[in-house]
Each structure stands twice: as structure tokens, then as C-alpha cells.
């Protein structure tokens, strides 16, 4: 059984990332205007305090530093990944660096970033938004974002039919 209130994060991150850090509206909001508008559109304190901290988080700071972006890498996960990340999704990470939409840096930002997310299971449309986050995060990444963005919705739609 999944915990409400950590879902409650992820739901937040894409309900502001549908509403808000999508839109092409500079400047962004500022973290007390989004919590406003969060907690008028119902979302519990704390999960928008956590939500709003794993945003912050996607500076990349607290992800660790990792070698030359342009060579290529083999990643081995740590016991705590291994037991955090199922196999289906650690292998759909290195599917989406092979296939050139996440770099490797880009790789560990969104590990990081799943791992805060501290929900008891991470499953691939969680790692989908988490992968959308970070590249629209990361200035000249918009051709990444644009593949992964068909991605996510390409099989929200085969869900549909």
C-alpha cells in the first residue's frame, strides 16, 4: 500500500509543473506565491513544504558531481538505490541515457531527485515526470525535454484506449 502523503508530492510537482513551470510566464513564480496557490487549490501543508524543497532541489547541489559529460559512463547502484529503484526503473535510466535524452549528470539529478521523493515505490511514470522536471529545469535542454515530453504523454494516451 502506498503512503497518501507521499504521492501527495509527486502530485503537487506535476500539478505545479502543469500549472506553472510550464508556461512560458517569466519570471516564475516565487516559492510563497506557489504555496499560496497551493494551499487555495487544497494540498496539505506539509506536503506542499516537502514538494517545494524537492524543487528547490533541482539545482543539482545536492546531486553528486560526476566526471566528463561527454564520456560515456557504466553507473553501478548502491545497495540503498538498488533497494529504492526496481530494476525496471534503474534500466529505463540508462535506456533514456543511451538514447541521448538524459546525460549523465542529468542521470544523477534525476536519481537524487526520485530518491527524495521518498515514496515506498518508484515506478516509471513517477520517474517520467521526475525526468521531465529536471530537463526543463536545465536551460538548452529543449530538445530532450520535447522527446521525453512525447514519451510521457504517448503512453498516457495507449493507457486511454
Do not use: C
Not at 9 to 32: H, K
Not at 45 to 73: F, M, T, Y
Amino acid at each position: 500500500m502506498k503512503d497518501p502523503m507521499n504521492d501527495n508530492v509527486l502530485d503537487i510537482l506535476i500539478y505545479l509543473f502543469e500549472n506553472y513551470l510550464e508556461s512560458d510566464d517569466v519570471p516564475q513564480p516565487s516559492r510563497d506565491v506557489l504555496r499560496e496557490e497551493l494551499e487555495h487549490a487544497g494540498f496539505a501543508e506539509s506536503g506542499i513544504e516537502r514538494a517545494l524543497e524537492w524543487l528547490e532541489g533541482l539545482s543539482g547541489e545536492s546531486a553528486p558531481p560526476v566526471g566528463d559529460a561527454n564520456q560515456r559512463s557504466f553507473r553501478v547502484f548502491n545497495g540503498y538505490e538498488q533497494a529504492r529503484l526496481a530494476a525496471e526503473v534503474r534500466g529505463y535510466l540508462v535506456q533514456l541515457e543511451n538514447i541521448g535524452i538524459l546525460s549523465t549528470q542529468q542521470r544523477e539529478l534525476v536519481i537524487d531527485r526520485l530518491l527524495a521523493l521518498e515514496a515506498e515505490e518508484i515506478d516509471i511514470e513517477q520517474v517520467k515526470w521526475v525526468v521531465l522536471m529536471v530537463l526543463f529545469s536545465q536551460p538548452g535542454q529543449e530538445q530532450a525535454y520535447q522527446r521525453m515530453e512525447d514519451l510521457v504523454f504517448e503512453s498516457q494516451s495507449d493507457a486511454l484506449h
